[in-house]
Nanobody
Framework: QVQLVEFGGGVVQAGDSLRLSCKASGRSVTGYSMDWFRRLPGKEEREFVA?????????HYADSVKGRFTISRDNADNTVYLQMNNLKPDNTAIYYCCFAIPPHYWGQGTQVAVSS
């Protein structure tokens, strides 16, 4: 059974940093493109945040987080990370990781709340 478990969220102030983790079990993250998405308050749809490529670890980011967020992975630990710096109140959301290609195996998400 493939599972993704996100953790590392919390309540922080604007300008602070957080590192989110996504621990995979049942499937290695090696060789798969992995994404971070988020669901903003009051929204039903998740929006794309970042991706790390399956073969060369090429990264892609939403324009709103470029230069502040960094996606990475630790193949040995089967974990994908999202380092978030200089957080802003509009980064408040539930953050999810997933496999980029279906089935996505969405986790339960981790809540990030940024106060001004």
């Amino acid at each position: 059974q493939v599972q993704l478990v996100e953790f590392g969220g919390g309540v922080v102030q604007a300008g602070d940093s957080l590192r989110l983790s996504c621990k995979a079990s049942g499937r290695s993250v090696t060789g798969y493109s992995m994404d971070w998405f988020r669901r903003l308050p009051g929204k039903e749809e998740r929006e794309f945040v970042a991706q790390i490529g399956r073969s060369d670890d090429t990264t892609h980011y939403a324009d709103s987080v470029k230069g502040r967020f960094t996606i990475s992975r630790d193949n040995a630990d089967n974990t994908v990370y999202l380092q978030m710096n200089n957080l802003k109140p509009d980064n408040t959301a539930i953050y999810y990781c997933c496999f980029a290609i279906p089935p996505h195996y969405w986790g339960q998400g981790t809540q990030v709340a940024v106060s001004s």
